[in-house]
């Protein structure tokens, strides 16, 4: 193996590490922040009646995630993932990320959810949102860049490898806002 090869392989480990290292850094800013909502809705201020969100769409959003995700997931296991794959996989993060945005609109002016009128609840529901949303924009950043990768016929497996765990994780954050947030 040559030099440029051992250091290739050595930069791509540095760079997973660091991917996880940010997902890891992410995840624990928005498990501070469920929890402090959990400790609200333990304590009886959750939800107020007047401002408990339906359950359909959320559920809708997040099925969209776990497609992404297993989209992303068998495009690892061809050899040379498709366009298809990654315009789907990138397809169904767009659309979370839409559904999202629309419904946070419907709750903020349809609803009342405004902050700082609605309280906590209001807050934890924006708060978690934003970050989670905030977190998948970036893995969708590196998936667009495997994109263009794979349109201009190079290898896309490693920023596809670095951006599995960034979108298990997007996944597994919305489980938890979902859980937090929308189940009574």
């Known amino acids: 193996m040559s030099t440029n090869e051992l250091a290739s392989q050595r930069d791509e480990g540095n760079l997973w590490f660091g991917a996880v290292i940010a997902h890891g850094a992410v995840a624990m800013?928005?498990?501070?922040?469920?929890?402090?909502?959990?400790?609200?809705?333990?304590r009886g201020f959750w939800?107020?009646?007047?401002?408990?969100?339906?359950?359909l769409v959320p559920a809708l959003a997040g099925g969209l995630l776990v497609i992404g995700a297993v989209s992303l997931h068998a495009s690892l296991r061809h050899p040379r993932p498709?366009?298809?794959?990654?315009?789907g996989v990138l397809g169904a993060g767009a659309a979370f990320l839409a559904t999202q945005?629309?419904?946070s609109h419907v709750l903020f002016w349809y609803r009342d959810l405004r902050i700082p009128d609605s309280g906590v609840f209001g807050a934890s529901?924006?708060?978690?949102?934003?970050v989670q949303a905030a977190h998948l924009s970036?893995?969708?950043l590196g998936l667009l860049r495997?994109?263009?990768r794979v349109l201009h016929g190079q290898e896309a497996r490693a920023p596809l490898r670095r951006a599995l765990p960034g979108w298990w994780c997007s996944t597994v954050m919305y489980g938890v806002l979902f859980a937090v947030v929308y189940l009574p």
Do not use: D, E
């Open 29 to 42: 800013l928005f498990c501070a922040m469920a929890f402090t909502a959990g400790f609200y809705r333990l």
């Open 47 to 55: 939800p107020p009646a007047s401002a408990r969100p339906g359950l």
């Open 82 to 87: 498709g366009r298809l794959t990654l315009a």
């Open 101 to 103: 945005a629309a419904w």
């Open 125 to 130: 529901l924006y708060g978690l949102s934003a």
């Open 138 to 140: 970036v893995v969708m």
């Open 146 to 148: 495997a994109g263009l």
